[in-house]
């Protein structure tokens, strides 16, 4: 038997052994009980359930060689799926076919997690039992990437996982534009390694020419811009391709048109949206919750009341120069290497600033942003 073989059949034997004990557990003990003692045995080491582990929301188990791999789920029953939405206990699914389930967490995935009400978030894709009547259990989270998260005494809870890009919409006037709010969406894009677009809307109310100086700022440092109106649809099919097979989320201060664009895109769209944020907001974790709303052009876009402010939550002043693109290759010739690049003398950053070398709005928004002002 090959090598490759071997391990899968152990993994497969570990995870019978798991699947085993966690069935005897919840015969001698109940379910509820069955979880202490569950947990108790991984604590103290003892047990089969000692060599398994985390990771990412998923669990790994430990196999012969003593690496970990994941496992097995019986692709026969289980199916593939993105989690739209979590509801307390219960996770909206939503398989490649398009129809929806109400998913319950398998409970070896919620014992073994580090933060049991967090072992799946919206945007996570997963393997789940369809359990008859649009409800299921999921078995499996896959490994994350792009994650939106907060960090809540001392724990990290992951609002949304699986972005790819962020579309950071400001509009050219009504409300006015404001650089430094988009500096700040930037920032949290460059800490989350998500893409961010800038997208200013409701160009039909300016002469584009005036913003060409904030957009040539924004294109010389390798961000995309995209010059937009919902009202005339212009650019709207660019924004419509970019959004076209990626998960997107909208950030934007209120009343730039985030809702407008969305219906410019996809008919009844923004509406759907509203109306389900509506409800969300009379829920218990208001700012937390976030909705992946499928699009017809393939695709995803987030747009929920506490993503939208998303920003800043987690920067500390010492962070904020690493963020900004064009300072990072500075920091390192100033004289002080705990330079905040403010007051001090022999400032790389500072003499590039006078110097034309660096835009001096970015630097100002970066003065605020460091200092922790409001917007
Ligand atoms: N002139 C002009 N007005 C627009 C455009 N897009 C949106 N508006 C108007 O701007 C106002 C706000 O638009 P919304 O789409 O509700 O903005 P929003 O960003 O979703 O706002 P919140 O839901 O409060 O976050 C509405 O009166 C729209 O009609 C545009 O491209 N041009
Ligand atoms: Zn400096």
Redesign the pocket.
Known sequence: MSRKKKKIRASFRKNREVRTRENDLTRSFGESDAEDHLKAERISGKGSLSRKRTVAGGELIEDEAGSYILPDVDTTICREGRVLRVQGLVSIVRDDQGQQFRCATRRLLKTLSTDQRHVVAAGDHVWFRPEGDGEGIIERVEPRHGLLSRTSRGRQHVLVANVDQMII?A?AA?PRIKPNLIDRYLLTAEKTEIRPVVCI?????LDPAELMPLVGVYSQLGYQVLL?????GQNVAQLRALLSDRNSVLT??????????L?AIEPGL?LRV?TVSAESQKGRHTTTTAELFPLECGGHVIDTPGI?QFQLWDVIPEEVAGFFRELRPYVSQCRFPDCTHTHEAFCAVKDAVADNRLDFRRYESYMQIQAGDEV
């Open positions: 919409v509009s009504e809307n409701k160009i039909d109310l937009v109106s919902a009202t005339t934007g201060q209120s009343g730039v048109g985030k809702s407008s664009l219906n923004g509203q939208r």
